[in-house]
C-alpha cells in the first residue's frame, strides 16, 4: 500500500492542474479502493505524508466533471467508507468534511441512479432487429491474407519492450498516457466490487453511522444543505424498495 501511495499520490501531483481530468479520476478509483478495503490503514498512508485535506478537497471537487462509471462508483465506495470509522477516530481536518463527504457521495449517487434509470429506458425503447435482416451482410472474419492485430496488445508489448530493455517501473508507472482510451476500456474491468451497489452501500453506511453515534451525526445532518437532506430520503426510498421487491431475506439487510 505504501507503494501505490508513492506512485497515486505523485501522478496526482503532477496532473492536479491539467486541463483534461481523466488521470486524476483513475488515481481516485485507486484510492477509492484502498478506503474501501481498509479505510484506517489508507488515512494513515495518506496522513503520514500531511496530504489528506488536500486529496479530499480535490476529490470532492472533481465529481461534477466524472463521466466513467468506474470513477463514479469507487468515488461513492471511497469516500463513504471513511464513515465506517468512528468519527472520533478520524483526523481533526478530515472530521469537520463529514458533511461536504455525504453531500458529494449523496450527489453522485443520485447521478448514478438517474444514469442507470435513463439507459434501462433507453434499452426498453430500442427496436430490436428483424431476425434475418443481417443475413446478407454477415462477418464471415478475417481474410487468410489479413493482419490481425490489436492497438492495445501493441501498446502493452511496447511498453513490456521498454521495461525489457532497461526501464524503471515506477517511472513507467508515473508516465504519461493513464488516460489514453481509458474511458473506451473502462467497461472492460472486472473485480469483487462489481458486486456492490452504490445505492446500498451509501443507505447501510449513513444508517450505521447514524446508529453508531447518534448525537455526531444529528450535528451533521443540522449541517447538511436541504437538497442533501432530501437525496438521502429519496435514495433511501429506493434501496428499501429494491430490498422489498427482492424479498424478507434482503430487507432484513437494512
Not at 450527489?107 to 434475418?132: N, R, W
Not at 513507467?172 to 467497461?187: I, V
Not at 430520503?233 to 430490498?243: S, W
Given at each position: 500500500?505504501?507503494?501505490?501511495?508513492?506512485?497515486?499520490?505523485?501522478?496526482?501531483?503532477?496532473?492536479?492542474?491539467?486541463?483534461?481530468?481523466?488521470?486524476?479520476?483513475?488515481?481516485?478509483?485507486?484510492?477509492?479502493?484502498?478506503?474501501?478495503?481498509?479505510?484506517?490503514?489508507?488515512?494513515?498512508?495518506?496522513?503520514?505524508?500531511?496530504?489528506?485535506?488536500?486529496?479530499?478537497?480535490?476529490?470532492?471537487?472533481?465529481?461534477?466533471?466524472?463521466?466513467?462509471?468506474?470513477?463514479?462508483?469507487?468515488?461513492?465506495?471511497?469516500?463513504?467508507?471513511?464513515?465506517?470509522?468512528?468519527?472520533?477516530?478520524?483526523?481533526?481536518?478530515?472530521?469537520?468534511?463529514?458533511?461536504?463527504?455525504?453531500?458529494?457521495?449523496?450527489?453522485?449517487?443520485?447521478?448514478?441512479?438517474?444514469?442507470?434509470?435513463?439507459?434501462?429506458?433507453?434499452?426498453?425503447?430500442?427496436?430490436?432487429?428483424?431476425?434475418?435482416?443481417?443475413?446478407?451482410?454477415?462477418?464471415?472474419?478475417?481474410?487468410?491474407?489479413?493482419?490481425?492485430?490489436?492497438?492495445?496488445?501493441?501498446?502493452?508489448?511496447?511498453?513490456?519492450?521498454?521495461?525489457?530493455?532497461?526501464?524503471?517501473?515506477?517511472?513507467?508507472?508515473?508516465?504519461?498516457?493513464?488516460?489514453?482510451?481509458?474511458?473506451?476500456?473502462?467497461?472492460?474491468?472486472?473485480?469483487?466490487?462489481?458486486?456492490?451497489?452504490?445505492?446500498?452501500?451509501?443507505?447501510?453506511?449513513?444508517?450505521?453511522?447514524?446508529?453508531?453515534?447518534?448525537?455526531?451525526?444529528?450535528?451533521?445532518?443540522?449541517a447538511l444543505p436541504a437538497e442533501t437532506v432530501e437525496g438521502c430520503r429519496v435514495l433511501f426510498a429506493a434501496v428499501d424498495a429494491q430490498?422489498?421487491?427482492?424479498?424478507?431475506?434482503?430487507?432484513?439487510?437494512?
Amino acid at each position: 500500500l505504501p507503494i501505490v501511495n508513492d506512485i497515486s499520490l505523485a501522478k496526482l501531483g503532477q496532473q492536479v492542474n491539467a486541463d483534461k481530468p481523466t488521470t486524476r479520476h483513475v488515481i481516485f478509483q485507486v484510492l477509492g479502493s484502498a478506503l474501501y478495503y481498509n479505510p484506517e490503514l489508507e488515512l494513515r498512508e495518506l496522513e503520514k505524508r500531511g496530504v489528506t485535506q488536500q486529496v479530499f478537497g480535490q476529490w470532492i471537487q472533481e465529481i461534477d466533471a466524472m463521466e466513467g462509471w468506474l470513477s463514479q462508483k469507487m468515488t461513492v465506495l471511497g469516500l463513504l467508507s471513511v464513515l465506517r470509522l468512528p468519527a472520533a477516530s478520524l483526523p481533526q481536518h478530515l472530521a469537520s468534511m463529514i458533511p461536504n463527504i455525504i453531500s458529494a457521495a449523496v450527489k453522485l449517487a443520485a447521478k448514478m441512479k438517474e444514469d442507470a434509470e435513463k439507459g434501462q429506458k433507453e434499452d426498453d425503447a430500442a427496436i430490436e432487429p428483424e431476425a434475418g435482416d443481417d443475413d446478407d451482410d454477415a462477418w464471415g472474419g478475417f481474410g487468410e491474407d489479413e493482419d490481425v492485430t490489436n492497438p492495445n496488445d501493441e501498446a502493452y508489448m511496447s511498453a513490456l519492450n521498454k521495461l525489457s530493455a532497461g526501464g524503471d517501473v515506477s517511472q513507467f508507472l508515473l508516465g504519461d498516457g493513464w488516460d489514453d482510451d481509458f474511458d473506451d476500456l473502462e467497461d472492460d474491468f472486472h473485480s469483487p466490487i462489481d458486486d456492490v451497489e452504490e445505492l446500498h452501500f451509501l443507505n447501510d453506511v449513513l444508517k450505521e453511522a447514524y446508529r453508531r453515534e447518534p448525537e455526531v451525526y444529528n450535528q451533521v445532518q443540522a449541517a447538511l444543505p436541504a437538497e442533501t437532506v432530501e437525496g438521502c430520503r429519496v435514495l433511501f426510498a429506493a434501496v428499501d424498495a429494491q430490498r422489498g421487491q427482492a424479498g424478507p431475506a434482503s430487507a432484513a439487510l437494512s
